[in-house]
């Protein structure tokens, strides 16, 4: 089992950049493959971008160019880099552990098993 907490959210305008991160305890991290997904009001939760535990990487099409998914294995952590951010960014955002099938911009997609608590990133001038 693994228990993960977000930090890294806020409030940040048009065009700039948050750094999420997500910290792992309680199982080995680095057979985890990891992702993070969002959750806006009214709609449907998405994966954002997914990290295998061999660092292959894949992202949903309305991030692509803009984030960039990384883990650090040593220090138990998996972060989002957030650049050019838009107001259509705005949502809490959850660090998932466990889906070794992800598929971006399907309803197919099946999450792992594990969460986090989420973290809100609003984008607004």
């Known amino acids: 089992q693994v228990q993960l907490v977000e930090s890294g959210g806020g409030l940040v305008q048009p065009g700039g950049s948050l750094r999420l991160s997500c910290a792992a305890s309680?199982?080995?991290?680095?057979?985890?493959?990891m992702g993070w997904y969002r959750q806006a009001p009214g709609k449907q939760r998405e994966l954002v971008a997914h990290?295998?535990?061999?660092?292959?990487?894949n992202y949903a099409d309305s991030v692509k160019g803009r984030f960039t998914i990384s883990r650090d294995n040593a220090k138990n952590t998996v972060y989002l880099r957030m650049n050019s951010l838009k107001p259509e960014d705005t949502a809490v955002y959850y660090c998932?552990?466990?889906?070794?099938?992800?598929?971006?911009?399907?309803?197919?997609?099946?999450?792992?098993?594990?969460w986090g608590q989420g973290t809100q990133v609003t984008v607004s001038s």
């Open positions: 309680g199982s080995i991290f680095s057979i985890y493959d």
């Open positions: 998932n552990a466990g889906n070794t099938d992800p598929i971006p911009d399907s309803d197919y997609d099946r999450p792992g098993d594990y």
């Open positions: 990290i295998t535990s061999g660092g292959s990487t």
